[in-house]
């Protein structure tokens, strides 16, 4: 396993490259010379079956999994810090309903060395509606998490990896459990964040609806790249069909 820290070809900005990367669990070959690169502000849908291995880069990107090849990062100031700051929202987590943690709780937890029945202060109060109001979710402050739909999570995950700002933002599944309304909304706040933010955005996903209109490029994945490109150009292909045909759907 090989990471390497530069600038690269993109100079000063946040940029990802995969090259030649693979992974073996035992001795099934989960990804096989898995080349790619997420260039400076652009958001990349990764694509493909169940089972494709999509996870699984996201993975070895986040340093959660062993890998063959090797994965470069180049972001502003890296010299001064060795690694970029990635943020990471995994697949929707489930809350049970009834749970009376809320979404300040939650930020508590995860933000605060203080455990997060003694309350939050005012200053961290106003730190979490500062998070929240990134993601228009300010009046979520006080909501229950297991009470929230589909979108409303995912703009509090999203607040969550939004602090501190990253130079990369990994989402696994944003879609995931979000109605048609919800995704679009979703969709546009990414759009948003990485136009605002300057960063870039790497996503997995099963709905492809909207992908020509907010990806940059798409990279269809089944254990190895069979297409990438275009959102047109990769949706439109032989090997799209041949994949989700073949394959049943996603």
Do not use: W
């Not at 589909?150 to 990994?170: F, M, W």
């Amino acid at each position: 396993m090989k990471r390497q820290l530069h600038g690269g070809a993109c100079g000063d900005s946040c940029c990802l490259k995969l090259n030649q990367v693979s992974v073996k669990i035992g001795s099934d070959s989960i990804l096989k010379d898995v080349t790619m690169h997420v260039h400076c502000g652009e958001m990349v849908a990764l694509i493909g079956p169940n089972g494709a291995g999509k996870s699984t880069i996201l993975k070895a990107i986040l340093g959660q999994r062993d890998y063959e090849g090797v994965i470069t990062f180049s972001a502003p100031g890296m010299r001064h810090r060795k690694m970029p700051r990635i943020g990471y929202v995994p697949q929707s987590p489930a809350f049970d309903p009834g749970d009376p943690v809320t979404v300040a709780d939650l930020f508590a937890c995860c933000q605060s060395r203080f455990p997060a029945f003694l309350g939050i202060t005012r200053e961290h109060r106003e730190l979490v509606l500062e998070c929240l109001d990134r993601v228009h979710g300010k009046d979520l402050i006080d909501k229950r998490v297991g009470t929230l739909s589909g979108g409303e999570l995912q703009r509090v995950l999203l607040a969550l990896a939004l602090e501190p700002l990253p130079n990369i933002l990994i989402l696994d599944e944003p879609l995931s459990g979000v109605d048609v309304e919800g995704m679009e909304t979703l969709m546009e706040m990414l759009d948003e964040i990485r136009r605002t933010y300057d960063l870039s955005i790497l996503m997995t996903t099963h709905d492809f609806a909207m992908l020509p209109r907010y990806a940059d490029q798409v990279v269809l994945i089944d254990h190895r790249v069979l297409k990438q490109g275009q959102p047109e150009d990769v949706l439109d292909s032989p090997e799209f069909r041949q994949v989700f045909h073949r394959k049943g759907g996603v």
